[in-house]
């Protein structure tokens, strides 16, 4: 939702009825946390990049564990929908 955009990026948004998608990859390291976050370049349009960004870097997972010992996972992918309502 154009909710989690800041106020000038959502009046820009509206105003040009800028909808999409935002694809993020990042690494979850040993902690669950998320680390080394990129943008999917094509995928996104530039006034979501921000937020994606910063939405992503809040995740937390469960640490990946193999023989019992915590792995860091890469290549975890997400999309964000911007929608207007």
């Keep these: 939702d154009l909710h989690r955009v800041d106020r000038r990026q959502r009046q820009m948004c509206i105003r040009d009825s800028v909808e999409g998608d935002c694809t993020v990859t990042y690494t979850v390291n040993k902690a669950g946390k998320v680390e080394e976050l990129a943008v999917v370049k094509g995928d996104c349009h530039p006034l979501f990049e921000k937020p994606s960004l910063a939405a992503a870097r809040q995740f ?4 990946h564990k193999i023989d019992g010992k915590a792995v860091a996972v890469t ?3 997400n999309t964000f929908h911007y929608k207007l309502r």
């Design 75 to 77: 290549g975890v992918r």
């Design 60 to 63: 937390r997972y469960s640490p």
